[in-house]
């Protein structure tokens, strides 16, 4: 079993280096399911493995450029902000809802990277350091949901860094790392005074992860942007979707309601994408005379 947890644990870190998020969504279940630990204390220790693989895994990053360190400090201190806000609030939200605001906050966010940004720049030079009133404004609202919801900071970080921020994917990757690293560090204090951690599982689980982290920001600077966007967005499907399912009753599932929602949205998604694709086709908009020839008639 323990070589089971250690393989896991490696994921953990290769998601982190890649994605710069995913740690804590497979963090938590791991160490429950596979270390057989409680979930108060799994979510301790999750915390600390993120922090420390997040830090690590900061490095290679930083020294490949692709790090803005104005912008995720900042960020990160006012989401610390946001998320004590958040975490009070949630005291007086279930569970099960914030769960399911979660899952479906999961599939929105994926919904926007898989489209990917208007501008034609997802490939273009990295930019400077962002705005301060939009890093304030994009720290408080990511660190107040990830406080509700208590979980997905990478999954809000990288995309409000990307979409809302601008910058290319690899640079928001790299610099969520310094945000969750400082949001987990953070979080950890505030469950030590009542959370015994197992510190050597702990620090076995975090030194497989860290090597994780160490691979995945290798290919993280390799991968196209197009690609790395398109693979955390179906990555926060998956998740998403995971999460809805455990939540979400059975008897929902089985109501004709939900499936025909879900087939008009697919069939919108779908038409849509249809579009999108015949307005991308080159000659698409040409008018239907010129396939005869100048000034011929049809």
């Known amino acids: 079993m323990i070589t089971l947890v250690l393989a896991a644990s490696v994921l953990i870190g290769i998601s982190l280096g890649i994605l710069g998020g995913g740690g804590s969504i497979l963090t938590v279940p791991i160490l429950v399911y596979l270390a057989g630990m409680g979930t108060k204390e799994a979510v301790a220790t999750s915390l600390f493995v993120v922090g420390a693989t997040s830090a690590i895994g900061l490095v290679p990053h930083a020294r490949a450029g692709r790090v803005r360190w104005r912008t995720g400090l900042l960020f990160g201190a006012v ?10 609030l949630a005291a007086y939200v279930s569970a099960t809802a914030l769960l399911i605001v979660f899952a479906l906050m999961m599939l929105a966010t994926a919904a926007a990277m898989l489209r990917g940004p208007r501008r034609h720049d997802v490939d273009g030079p990295a930019r400077g350091e962002l ?8 720290g408080l609202v990511v660190g107040a949901v990830t406080g509700l919801v208590g979980s997905g900071g990478g999954f809000l970080v990288v995309p409000a860094l990307a979409l ?3 910058l290319p994917m690899s640079v928001a990757v790299g610099t969520s790392l310094l945000v969750i690293a400082m949001k ?19 620090l076995m689980v975090t030194g497989a992860a860290v090597v994780g982290s160490l691979i995945g920001s290798r290919f993280a600077g390799r991968i196209p942007q197009d690609a790395l966007r398109k693979v955390f967005g179906w990555f926060v499907v998956v998740m998403g979707v995971f999460v809805l399912g455990r939540q979400v009753p059975s008897a929902a599932w089985a109501s004709p ?3 025909t929602g879900a087939g008009i949205a ?12 015949r307005r991308a086709r080159p000659g698409a908009d040409a008018p239907p ?5 100048p000034g011929a008639l049809p």
């Not at 950890?188 to 197992?198: C, E, N, S």
């Not at 005379?289 to 020839?293: E, I, N």
């Open 184 to 202: 987990s560090f953070s979080g950890l204090a505030g469950h030590l005074a009542g959370v015994q951690i197992d510190w050597g599982t702990t």
């Open 266 to 277: 697919a069939a919108a998604a779908m038409a849509r994408a249809t579009l999108r694709a």
């Open 164 to 166: 809302l921020g601008g």
């Open 289 to 293: 005379a010129s396939r005869y020839g």
């Open 257 to 259: 309601l939900t499936w």
């Open 79 to 88: 989401g610390m902000v946001g998320a004590y806000g958040g975490g009070r």
């Open 131 to 138: 705005p301060v009133k939009h890093v304030v404004v994009e």
